[in-house]
Nanobody, 124 residues
Framework: QLQLVESGGGLVQPGGSLRLSCTAS????????IGWFRQAPGKEREGVVC????????DYADYARGRFTISRDNAKSTVFLQMDGLEPEDSATYYC?????????????????WGQGTQVFVSS
């Protein structure tokens, strides 16, 4: 059974950067597309970006495009989310999730396995 663990969250000043990691175990990692989602206090969870199982297709939310970059290393069973130019509005708990389609999307209903989340705080 696939399991996902996020890491890399923390406190960063506005304009700073963080790199989140999503590491998988328990199943064939390269059979799954991976998405990043986030949820801020009092708000609904929203999609950030996803990458398909071969790493050749991605889908970014408008607010993430140009600031965030997703990549994956299947040999390490890990997906990375590089976040640059962080703003206070980016503060949230960030979750990674796995889906089994050929192409990824930011529709939560397509994801069957979720990590526990890592918190990101952007503040001066």
């Amino acid at each position: 059974q696939l399991q996902l663990v996020e890491s890399g969250g923390g406190l960063v000043q506005p304009g700073g950067s963080l790199r989140l990691s999503c590491t998988a175990s328990g199943s064939a990692f390269d059979d799954h597309g991976i998405g990043w989602f986030r949820q801020a206090p009092g708000k609904e969870r929203e999609g950030v970006v996803c990458i398909n199982k071969r790493g050749r297709s991605t889908d970014y939310a408008d607010y993430a495009r140009g600031r965030f970059t997703i990549s994956r290393d299947n040999a390490k069973s890990t997906v990375f989310l590089q976040m640059d130019g962080l703003e206070p509005e980016d503060s949230a708990t960030y979750y990674c999730a796995a889906q089994s389609g050929i192409y990824c999307s930011l529709r939560e209903s397509e994801y069957h396995t979720w990590g526990q989340g890592t918190q990101v705080f952007v503040s001066s």
